[in-house]
């Protein structure tokens, strides 16, 4: 579905129709170049993301509704939806409110809302995902009546944009003072100081108005003045890492030459399971979802261990198991069969078929940590039983000769 012309009246009238079907799912919007999702779950509004600085917009949400928010990234599941997993999580262990967990969301889309209703042209498509089912929280999303007074709050926003002159402004842009005009004869030492400390071009509009609590407009129409006498330009910056981002950043630096643990499963929901459990060991878990693209490259990262599922997009999971198993680069790698498919006679086939043990789906964290650390341990130990044999072997031979 294509729209033009946007504004919030047509994002509203998409949006009405979803509660109105209670439907369950996301609601991609796109504009060529940016993506916006809007996930819903028995037509109410769990979360509005994406766009330009989604990671940046969660910060300051969270700074407009309870500064002292701490979570746990590591517990995350998955990338998708992780601003609304850390609500989920901060509530359970009693860090947040539900109310301030619910402004969080109501600040975030205000600030969504609003940039969809700038943009000229969005394509909007529907993609049902049941599975977001067991992600809602109780009570943990925006009813139709407080989706409808967050959109109003957006299009008053929005007319004053427009009826101040400063469309062509957008509050995703950091302002910064040019270094290479001569502001001196212009503007005093004082106030160009004072300019270029608030203006420095690290921070976007949104960040300077919520971090100094300021009014949007008036601030972006005081820097509309600047612009316009040439003194400020506004330029993009990049969005900040997402707090799974940062965790891998900081496993990157501090562990670079990680254990690899292959994953093969036809979706990455398994791997991204296996990566919240195993990366903060300080494994690295190498997901193979597509077997004729990516089979090639795990022999280049040399797993270490192997969980793969029997169900395999036009794949025999059994005939792959024994394949891996014949060749030389896995006849030792410990392979998991890792299946909902559990029964005497599967478990059979994947012993004969070369499994070095078979694991129910789902498994429990410590469950997967225990097999992990089983194999590997044993397969560390093995290793160091060969060195010392062939070290035997060479002093004889030296002895002998």
Known sequence: MLVTNTGCNKIWNALAVLSQKQATGKLILDNGEQKWQIYFCQGLMLYATGGLHQTRRWYRAISQNCRQLKFNASLLSNDELWEYQLL?????????????????????????????ATQSVLNLYWHSYEKLTSEFFANLALSTAELKQVLAATQKLWERWQKMGISNISPEQAPIVKKSVNCQSRVSTESLQALTNKFNGQNTLWDITA????????????????????????????????PLEQLRLVYSATNRERPVIACIDSTLTTGNFLEQILMPKGYKIEKITDLMQEIGLMAKKIPELIFMDLTITDVDGYALCHFLRKSAAYKETP?????????????????????????????????????????????????????????IISKSLVLAR
């Open 88 to 116: 989920k999580q901060s509530i359970t262990e009693g860090e947040i409110s539900l109310e301030q967990a619910k402004g969080i969301i109501r600040t975030s889309s205000y600030e969504v809302f609003f940039s969809l």
């Open 211 to 242: 971090k100094k609590k300021q009014c949007l407009v008036l601030t972006t129409r005081t820097l509309h003045h600047f612009v316009k006498q040439g003194l400020i330009e506004v330029r993009t910056v990049p969005d900040l890492p997402s």
């Open 335 to 391: 392979i998991i069969i890792y299946s909902g498919k559990d029964s005497w006679i599967n478990r059979a086939k994947a012993k004969l078929a070369g499994a070095t043990d078979f694991l129910r789906k789902p498994a429990t964290s410590n469950k997967i940590l225990q097999v992990v650390e089983k194999y590997l341990q044993r397969q560390a130990k093995t290793a160091q039983s060969k060195s010392k044999s062939n070290l």
